[in-house]
């Protein structure tokens, strides 16, 4: 069993509800396929980070679907905290509708405890840190929980665990790998940045090539895929001896460029 699901199935022994947390530009492809599996009948919360970089009506779209599937759905900006309340109001009602279950059953009320899960670089630690914002209280260790990990108070009956679940990225289709790199969800090195670079070219002489002429200052009209990379690089002055383009270079400038919105808000995928 890969590690990061060896640690979360420990969690979530102690855990009410998951935070499945995905990546607004590519909500199918950067869902964990087996999850539901591993929670069983825990409650899950969707949530789609990095909003600020993917077309909003995709995102809306999106949340339509999953909300469709009976599955609760929020849409954050952790940079501006944009979405983070509506998270919040979500998990106050699973707390409400706990406490109400177990006054029925003439029990106690407890801390709703959640915990956010999801593959590697689709920002969970970013929106642990918005929601473990200045008003949350550490609440120190508890039983089932290896050293380390601790719980945070959010305010009411809710608690967070500090520790993301961190799951392993998953095997996907050639295409989805493709887009999976491109927006930093694989380990750096899986695919060339080269590769990355290409494709994104190419999506972006398709879809959007003002966006390439306004950052870059080339005439896309005038580039053809091959010679992309080149104009840019050349514009740009990256350049080794001999006045040939690092291809290198020039490649890490765009997937970078990219992966921070500075070509544009896109999502990969439509629902």
């Not at 990379?229 to 383009?245: H, N």
Request: charged letters at 25%; glycine letters at 12%; aromatic letters at 4%.
């Amino acid at each position: 069993m890969p590690g990061g699901i060896k640690s979360l199935r420990q969690y979530l022994k102690v855990v009410d509800v998951i935070l499945e947390v995905i990546d607004a530009r590519l909500p199918a492809a950067s869902r964990y396929p087996n999850l539901e599996q591993i929670i069983g009948s825990k409650q899950r919360v969707l949530v789609l980070t990095r909003v600020d970089l993917a077309d909003r009506g995709a995102t809306a779209r999106w949340l339509a679907r999953f909300r469709a599937a009976g599955i609760p759905a929020v849409a954050i900006n952790a940079r501006s905290g944009a979405g983070v309340r509506a998270l919040q109001r979500q998990l106050a009602a699973i707390a409400r509708a706990r406490t109400e279950q177990l006054a029925r059953k003439g029990l106690q009320p407890q801390p709703l405890r959640a915990i956010a899960a999801g593959i590697p670089n689709v920002g969970k630690s970013s929106l642990l840190n918005r929601l473990a914002g200045r008003g949350a209280a550490r609440t120190g260790d508890r039983p089932g929980i290896t050293r380390g990990p601790q719980w945070i108070r959010l305010g009411g009956m809710i608690e967070l665990l500090d520790t993301p679940g961190v799951l392993p990225s998953r095997q996907e289709e050639a295409a989805a790998t493709i887009w999976l790199g491109a927006i930093g969800c694989l380990p750096e090195g899986r695919i060339a940045t080269t590769t990355l670079a290409t494709h994104l070219g190419a999506f972006l002489l398709a879809r959007e090539p003002a966006k390439l002429a306004a950052r870059y200052g080339i005439n896309p009209q005038e580039e053809t895929l091959p010679g992309l990379l080149e104009a840019i690089g050349r514009r740009r002055g990256y350049l080794q001896s001999g006045g040939i383009v690092d291809q290198e270079k020039t490649a890490v400038a765009l997937v970078h460029d990219f992966r921070e919105g500075l070509l544009g808000r896109y999502t990969l995928e439509e629902p």
